[in-house]
């Protein structure tokens, strides 16, 4: 009796619950269960849109700063820039030493002044394309360009609005400003200009401002208000070369082989024309893919250069400020702070490198044989694994004729005999050449000569026996 008791309670419990369930309830007479389903969705909804507001957040700061162009949307990088600090130097010690940082990723060394006078750049170029200011109607036209107010940038930038930021650097940080006129510009905010005398300042400016070249980004402008320093340069609105071969631009790069090279021999030429078309020469002291800009068509534009000297601390040969990039600098500059045109060299090879892999210079997420590209590129080419080095992105692998041309440059700009590194118009040539000779097409020439056939000798033979004959008989006659 007790067993059939429990069991028709529990029965009755059943019935009881699923009576419940199936009741209807007062909210738009729909039964219980179905109440309940609705705000389980509700839940689960309400969950979603809040993990979709926290990704939206984080990820809007980075959507700002891309900028719309004609093949789709300038990628970002996410490592960020090495580049090398200043540093105290002991003024009585003998060697410069290099200081390797770990919280600011491996940085150091030491600058000597660019040996360059003040005067009149002299050499004729081909004048760089880009939007910019009416200078030559402007009441502020200082010849090469003109002077700009404060005022007048800060209301181009929107008062230097985040937003318009759009690169950030050793030497500043960089704001897109629209002019009352309608023209683009970028305005660079110099950092560390203490002790930079507004008159030498302007000397400084003038001497990078008559400087035009194509491959060269063209200054328009400068700003000195007080203490601040600021450089308008011509806007170019296509990024730069680093976010190109290291941004998100999916399975295949944009950069094919042949635009890789033309970028390449446009920089090489802009480099050339500061080493050898200008006096005094230009040295640039920090070539990477950050400072190659480049245009919708691809042509390259070098950025930065001369600023070196113009951001000196004080007026002395040697100074305490360090140029360059940890991953580019050339190994008698960090170790001895000498600096000449083969500094610059060398670091061209390391881009060239970086071009043709699409391979960081230094890359601390790869295995221990491959972080350092100068090294795993030279032990890849001593293997006679050319061909492995070309970047995967590149959809079209280039000529072997081609790859070969390019590899021999890397390996000569990055020769550690400095004196047997070539200059940059020499460069240009080589890069350029389609009939640029190798060791193995030398010898195939070699190969394909047939040798002299053995009726050629003997022909030869009979012909010498013949004349010697000829002279037996006449001696024979004179006798």
């Keep these: 009796m007790s067993v059939s008791g429990k069991s028709g309670e529990v029965q009755a419990s059943d019935s009881s619950l699923s009576h419940k369930l199936t009741s209807k309830t007062s909210f738009l007479g729909l039964k219980f269960y179905v109440v309940i389903g609705i705000l389980l969705l509700c839940a689960i909804a309400v969950s979603l849109a809040i993990c979709v507001c926290i990704c939206w957040s984080r990820s809007s700061r980075k959507r700002r700063m891309r900028v ?74 200082i010849g ?102 290291h941004g998100d631009v999916g399975p295949v790069s944009p950069l094919t082989w042949d635009i890789r090279m033309r970028i390449a021999i446009g920089t090489a030429k802009g480099l050339a024309y500061l080493h050898e078309g200008l006096e005094p020469k230009v040295v640039h002291r920090d070539v990477k893919s950050s400072n190659i800009l480049l245009d919708r068509k691809w042509n390259p534009k070098v950025s930065d250069f001369g600023l070196a000297k113009l951001l000196r601390a004080e007026a002395s040969y040697v100074t305490t400020r360090v140029m360059g990039t940890f991953g580019y600098v050339s190994p ?3 170790s001895t702070g000498m600096l000449n045109e083969g500094s610059d060299v060398y670091s061209f090879g390391v881009l060239l490198m970086e071009i043709i892999t699409g391979r960081s210079p230094i890359d601390y997420s790869r295995p221990a044989a491959e972080m350092n590209l100068v090294d795993w590129f030279k032990g890849m080419v001593a293997s006679r694994r050319g061909e492995e080095l070309v970047d995967p992105l590149i959809e079209i692998q280039p000529p072997p004729r081609a790859l070969k041309r390019a590899l021999l440059v890397c390996l000569r700009c990055i020769d550690l005999d400095i004196n047997k590194r070539p200059k940059m118009g020499q460069i240009v040539h080589m890069l350029e050449a389609d009939d640029f000779p190798f060791r193995s097409e030398l010898r195939s020439t070699r190969e394909k000569d047939p040798p002299p056939s053995r009726a050629d000798v003997s022909t030869k033979i009979t012909h010498s026996s013949k004349n010697g004959g000829g002279d037996d008989i006449g001696r024979s006659r004179r006798r």
């Design 144 to 245: 090469w360009g003109r002077w700009y107010s404060l005022k007048e940038l800060e209301i181009a930038t929107r008062g230097f609005a985040e937003e318009n930021m759009i690169g950030e650097g050793g030497y500043g940080v960089v704001y897109r400003g629209v002019m009352q006129d309608g023209s683009v510009v970028a305005v660079k905010n110099l950092l560390n200009n203490k002790g930079q005398a507004e008159k030498e300042f302007k000397v400084e400016v003038e001497a990078i401002g008559k400087v035009k070249h194509k491959n060269l980004v063209g200054l328009l402008g400068y700003c000195a208000e007080g203490a601040q320093r600021m450089l308008v340069y011509e806007y170019v609105d296509n990024g730069n070369l680093e976010q190109w071969l």
């Design 332 to 334: 008698e500059y960090a």
């Design 68 to 141: 719309k162009h004609s093949s789709g949307l300038i990628p970002l990088v996410s490592k960020e820039i090495v580049e090398i600090k200043a540093l105290e130097l002991d003024v009585g010690s003998e060697k410069p030493g290099i200081k390797i940082g770990n919280e600011e990723l491996k940085e150091a060394v030491v600058e000597a002044e660019v040996e360059k006078k003040r005067g009149k750049w002299s050499g004729d170029s081909e004048m760089s394309a880009g939007s910019r200011s009416d200078a030559s109607v402007d009441p502020e036209n």
